[in-house]
Structures are given as structure tokens and as C-alpha cells.
């Protein structure tokens, strides 16, 4: 069979996706593009209304295929699928599988069943207590080109901040064992891979639920790092309210682990974040970032924002103002609030309009814009290891130009002679530009 996978939202849909691939293709189906594909498979994200309504227009497309074979059918995963669940068997009859992020372990046999006329369509929906582990190989396999991999250590969500989704389409906290953790990313260390990432919706929280097993998350940080020939490590995302000391002196404890964090904020008003239900305050916030600086000075702090949260007013806007300018994001992820079924806020007055909310953002976004700006500008002149990722889409005059990025995450586009045989190097360069959102490097030595 011949499959094809689009998927919307974050990392974690990502790596879901990549791992469903593998489980397929070790089944001997193949991935393909969707022109020729026989199984549709979506993998969605809710978190936001606007990736919502992209999955019902992707299936829209999808069905135009059916024309030319009727035998073609699409799967539905993720967030979007466990909010749905059954009723897009009603709203698209080609649909045969919904799975939710719980149900992803049993989604290749299932597919398998289908395909075969086994069984006509199947529900994936009920969540689990503890971590289903997937299949994973037990022998290290070739990584792939970009010799970068993303790794699960937990599923789910405990927080149920009063805007968010999350809790209830990924369910609760589910950590995975430490040797598990531990056995993937060695097997997967040993293939060639370089850079791992760590993900979970709240990593700081790892362990802190019925599947832990006493290791805190800095511990398992400090093991992964351990493993020889990790080059970089990084983890994504973490909860402001249980970042633990430990994790923020490992920045400047583990030489492989990089200098960057995506520490979303939300909001820079008290009053705001109790309303949110993030649990922390802007103190406490504020000491967190002081903390990472003083243990890491160049580290490269992200974040996400949310504006025109109801009740939000123009003084409360103006805090999230001063406090961006405080920390002095490198960049920001920012948003209009936007109600989602079933959380808390939906019921939260009074709403602020979306016209005030729209100026506010652009407001924002042109802080955020200038912040970056002089961000970069700051780092013209220093040297770096840009681990490349491939040539960059944007060629320019006779030189090859290649993308790689920094230690920090940053876009590093650097002109080299060579047309192939970098990608998944470290290439030593010196900073000469600051663009807009992204770095021009010069090479300094040999690629390693």
C-alpha cells in the first residue's frame, strides 16, 4: 500500500508522524506523494481554530482521489480526531480510522486490518492511564540525512490552563520510563544521529504522575547528555511553574546541551495569568529568566504570547509590552485568544474585540520584530558551529548557499563551493550579516 501523511501543529505532531511512517513501511508499505497515494493519513492539531478548519479542507482535497480510485481511503489523527472522534465517519464516509494521540500505538494495525477488508473502519479514542509504548527497533538504524531526531518522553497534560485544549484531546500526564527513553536514544545516537530533542507537553513535569519512577526530569536530561557522541541536546516544552533549579544550572553544566529555551509566558499581567490559571507570576517568571542567565549568559530565550485573553484591558497589554522588552525574547510565537470547545475560558467575560485584539498583536509583533533585529545584530563577529540542514531555498550569485543553524536554533545561511555532501555537518563559521530573521555565516575551517 501506498501512503501519504500530512500533518499540522506542533513537534510532537511531527515526530508522530515520522514514527507512523517507519511502523508502515516496516509493515513493507510505501510512502509516497499524494498524487499516488491509496491511504490518506492527517495528522491534526486543535489547539487553535485555524489548523481545525485546514484538516476539513484537506480532507475536501482528499477526496477528489476518490474519483480516480474508489478504493482509496483517509485516516484522521491527533487532536482534531479525539475532539471529533466518530463523527467524521458521518461527514466523510472515506474516512475509515480516527485515531486520537493514546490510540496512535494501535494506528498501524489497524490501517493494516482496513487495507486487507479485515474490518470496515475503527475508533482509536480511549485514552490510557500509564505510557503505551510503541514499537521501536531493537537495533540502531541508519539516521536519516539531517541526522536530527525527536524523542517522546511523556504524553499528555495535567495543567488544564483555562485557554487550552490540550488536556482534553491528548489527555492526562503519562510519562514514559527513563529506560525507555534512554534505550531509543542510544539506539538512535549509535545510527548516526547528532541532535536530540526531547518533547513533551510539559517536560519539567516528567515523572510527576502514576507512571514515574522517582527520576526527575533534570535527571534524565543529564543521562541522555551522557551518551557518547550526542553533539547537541535540547527539550521542548517547559512549564514555567515546574522548572526546577536543577534544570536551569544543567545549562551551564552540560556542555552538549544548547544554549536555548522556549519558556512561553503568555502574558506579562498578573492578573492575566490567574485568570489563565498558569500558576506563576511574573516574579517568579522573571527569577527563572535571571536564573538561565546567570547559568548560561548566551542563551537565546523564545517564548509564546497570547493577546486579548478576556478581560484582558490596554494596562494588562501594556505589562506583556514591558515584560517582552524586559526578557528580550529572541522571538516570540503570538496569538489573538481564540475559544476552543470545552475549556474554561469559553465562558470568560468580558471578551475583547477582535478588531482590539488584532491592533494589539501587530502591536506586539512589531516590538517582537525590533527586538529580534538588534538580537541578531548583537552576534555579527562571532564564531559558531552551523550544524546544516540542507541547501538553502534561496540561491544567490555563483557560490552554493547552505542552511544550518547554530547551537541557539538560529538560521545560519553560509555560501560554500560545495553542491552536495553537508547536510548532518558541523561547518565552523564567523557571523558577517544580520538579517531580518536569520544569520549570514562565513566558513572558518573544515566541516566535521
Known amino acids: 500500500m501506498k501512503f501519504h501523511i500530512t500533518t499540522f501543529g506542533c513537534q510532537m505532531n511531527v515526530h508522530d508522524s515520522q514514527w507512523l511512517a517507519r511502523a508502515l513501511e516496516s509493515r513493507g508499505w510505501e510512502e509516497t506523494g499524494a498524487e499516488d497515494a491509496q491511504v490518506y ?6 489547539v487553535r481554530d485555524k489548523p481545525e478548519q485546514k484538516v476539513y479542507s484537506e480532507l475536501g482535497r482528499v477526496a477528489a482521489h476518490l474519483r480516480r480510485d474508489e478504493n482509496v481511503f483517509a485516516a484522521v489523527g491527533g487532536c482534531v480526531a479525539q475532539q471529533v472522534g466518530r463523527g467524521f465517519f458521518e461527514r466523510f464516509p472515506f474516512v475509515k480510522l480516527v485515531f486520537g494521540s493514546d490510540g496512535i500505538a494501535g494506528a498501524p494495525n489497524a490501517l493494516e486490518r482496513i487495507a486487507a477488508g ?18 521501536q527497533p531493537d537495533q540502531p538504524v541508519a539516521a536519516d540525512e539531517s541526522r536530527q531526531a525527536f524523542v517522546n518522553i511523556m504524553q499528555g497534560c495535567d495543567n488544564f490552563c483555562a485557554y487550552c485544549i490540550v488536556p482534553y484531546t491528548r489527555g492526562r500526564q503519562k510519562s514514559r520510563t527513563p529506560e525507555a527513553i534512554l534505550d531509543e536514544c542510544r539506539l538512535l545516537v549509535e545510527g548516526g544521529v547528532r541532535e536530540i530533542t526531547l518533547l513533551g507537553q510539559n517536560v519539567n513535569s516528567f515523572g510527576l504522575d502514576k507512571g514515574g519512577v522517582g527520576v526527575s526530569f533534570a535527571e534524565l536530561l543529564r543521562s541522555v547528555a551522557a551518551i557518547p557522541g550526542l553533539d ?6 517547559s512549564h514555567p511553574k515546574d522548572i526546577a533549579g536543577e534544570v536551569i544550572r544543567a545549562f551551564g553544566e552540560l556542555p552538549n546541551l544548547c544554549p536555548s529555551l522556549h519558556l512561553p509566558m503568555q502574558a506579562g499581567s498578573d492578573k492575566v495569568l490567574k485568570a489563565m490559571r498558569r500558576k506563576y507570576d511574573m516574579e517568579r517568571y522573571l527569577s527563572i529568566v ?38 528580550g525574547f529572541e522571538s516570540s510565537f503570538s496569538f489573538k485568544y481564540s475559544d476552543r470547545p470545552g475549556v474554561a475560558a469559553v465562558n470568560m467575560e468580558p471578551k475583547v474585540p477582535a478588531e482590539e485584539a488584532s491592533e494589539r498583536l501587530l502591536r506586539l509583533q512589531t516590538l517582537q520584530n525590533n527586538i529580534t533585529r538588534e538580537c541578531l545584530k548583537n552576534l555579527v563577529g562571532a564564531r559558531t558551529d552551523a550544524f546544516m540542514e540542507g541547501l538553502s531555498r534561496m540561491q544567490d550569485g555563483d557560490a552554493v548557499s547552505w542552511k544550518g543553524r547554530d547551537p541557539a536554533g538560529r538560521i545560519v545561511n553560509v555560501s560554500m563551493s ?22 549570514v555565516g562565513e566558513r572558518t575551517g573544515e566541516p566535521w
Open 232 to 237: 547537541r541536546l535540547r527539550f521542548t516544552t
Open 290 to 327: 535571571d536564573g538561565l542567565r546567570t547559568a548560561r549568559p548566551d542563551i537565546s530565550l523564545t517564548t509564546d504570547l497570547i493577546v486579548g485573553f478576556p478581560g484582558e484591558t490596554e494596562e494588562d497589554f501594556q505589562q506583556t509590552l514591558d515584560m517582552v522588552e524586559r526578557v
Open 41 to 46: 493519513i492527517l495528522n491534526t492539531c486543535s
Open 418 to 439: 560545495e553542491t552536495a555532501g553537508l547536510t548532518g555537518m558541523m561547518v565552523p563559521v564567523r557571523i558577517v550579516e544580520a538579517k531580518k530573521h536569520s544569520l
Open 118 to 135: 479485515r474490518e470496515e473502519r475503527a475508533a482509536l479514542l480511549d485514552f490510557v492511564t500509564l505510557y503505551e509504548e510503541r514499537e
